[in-house]
């Protein structure tokens, strides 16, 4: 890796600490990614960015932000990044998935808050990560009550703005969501003293739909009888492409992908014949967090596709690109992120509706839905989930995890015998 220390220095990083997670990530990334076989070339520069994740882009940050350049940074796929980019600014995503930093969030947290959380408040407070040191300012949102608590905590320390997202999806809720992104342009032409005019808006929102055009090619693939990409590959693209710039994470996909239809021609995959293919559902995987994507790929299976923000979720649903006017292209995003289906919304059956949608889609085998501990809604939802995939008929294993590594081995001999239950 070339040498970023200076600049982690003038971000008033704690070096020491930090020296540690960089010791411990390439064995990580080299255990759970390099070790797969058959792996198609066009990871090589998502295997780059993982080695200089706190170097290259966070470089490029701070190089834009000495042009005067602003950089605002996200937790969640309802916070509409079109608009920041409008305002010629940037947009990062900022989760925390590493246990690394889930002590420094217990600081100001209680323990029984979910580790994303803890860990995103942690790397803020620890200063270990350099996205969370470079962001001018957090955009947070009203999803669940421990995020709502900790923007006011991490507001001591950094310019918090928080998007108010309504909780059900009737039309004055859609129109309320509209009037939210209003005001978030209004907040982010303030703070960048960039106008957001429709011509620029609309450039935006190209930007961002052709981002999520290459997601979507790529998940194609994934419903190939043998895909000849891994689940955690596309997991870890996935990952990447909440930091990476847009167009250049939109051109790398589409690359990859260039790769990946000669390998549906020549007829190649990366799973051993017959390997069940299993749909991921429940709580988000901010990187490093591969845990089980792992476990239920080294198990032998094939993960074909995630029902989560870190996967479907962020990419599924277009905004409409034909609006002229600003108040058009606000409508256009409201109606855009107001498709998603969070667990935070009730009723949420548009959620169980995507889940088996995906099943037929993906032709999974069967469903895990996995849980953050500590995440009550994606918890309580489980219930309704297991309950419409034992009424579709479709296999159905509800597991709950952190970010440690301590329920490894039981992780692995329940997914085990699931995807044995599954073969019978
Ligand atoms: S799970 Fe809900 S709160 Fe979390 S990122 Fe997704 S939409 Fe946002
Ligand atoms: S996983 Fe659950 S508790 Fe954690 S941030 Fe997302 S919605 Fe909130």
Same mark, same amino acid.
């Given at each position: 890796m070339a040498d970023y220390r200076q600049m982690w220095q003038d971000l008033g990083m704690d070096l020491q600490t930090h020296d540690v997670l960089c010791d411990v990530l390439p064995q990580a990334f080299g255990d759970v990614y390099l070790s797969q076989k058959n792996r198609p070339e066009g990871m090589d520069f998502f295997n780059m960015v993982v080695a200089e994740i706190h170097g290259i882009r966070p470089a490029e940050l701070v190089e834009f932000q000495k042009t005067g350049g602003k950089v605002f940074g996200t937790f969640c796929v309802y916070v509409p990044d079109e608009v920041i980019f409008a305002a010629d600014a940037i947009a990062t995503g900022l989760c925390g998935g590493s246990q690394f930093w889930v002590p420094g969030g217990e600081k100001v947290l209680p323990t029984s808050t979910c580790p994303l959380i803890k860990a995103s408040v942690g790397a803020r407070l620890d200063a270990t990560c350099p996205f969370f040191r470079i962001a001018d300012m957090y955009i947070g949102e009203t999803t669940c009550d421990g995020k709502k608590k900790a923007w006011e905590i991490l507001a001591e320390d950094v310019p918090v703005y928080v998007m108010d997202l309504p909780q059900m999806k009737r039309d004055k809720d859609v129109k309320a969501w509209g009037e939210e992104i209003a005001a978030l342009k209004d907040k982010v032409e303030e703070f960048t003293g960039n106008k957001v005019t429709a011509e620029k808006l609309k450039e935006g929102i190209k930007l961002i739909n052709d981002k999520r055009r290459a997601l979507a090619r790529l998940y194609e693939f994934r419903k190939q009888p043998n895909p000849p990409i891994s689940g955690k590959d596309c997991l870890l693209v996935s990952q990447i492409a909440f930091y990476d710039d847009p167009a250049r994470n939109a051109q790398m996909i589409n690359k990859l992908c260039g790769e990946l239809d000669e390998r549906v021609q020549n007829g !190649?995959? !990366?799973? @051993? @014949?017959g390997a069940k293919r299993i749909l991921i559902t429940g709580t988000p995987m901010a990187i490093p967090n591969w845990k089980l994507h792992h476990i239920v790929e080294s198990s032998g299976a094939a993960v074909v596709a995630e029902e989560t923000c870190t996967g479907v979720r962020y990419f599924e649903h277009l905004v409409e690109e034909n609006r002229d006017t600003l108040e058009g292209q606000i409508d256009a995003l409201a109606e855009r992120y107001m498709k998603i289906n969070c667990a935070c919304f009730t009723p949420n059956e548009k959620r169980i509706d995507d889940i088996k949608r995906l099943v037929k889609e993906y032709d999974a085998d069967g469903v895990i839905d996995v849980n953050l501990k500590f995440c009550s809604l994606y918890d309580i939802e489980g219930y309704n989930v297991e309950k419409a995939m034992k009424e579709a008929g479709i296999p159905c294993l509800g597991i709950e995890t952190d970010y440690t590594d301590e329920d490894a081995g039981q992780l692995r001999t329940r997914v085990g015998a699931f995807l044995e239950m599954l073969g019978e």
């Open positions: !190649v995959g !990366v799973y @051993e @014949e």
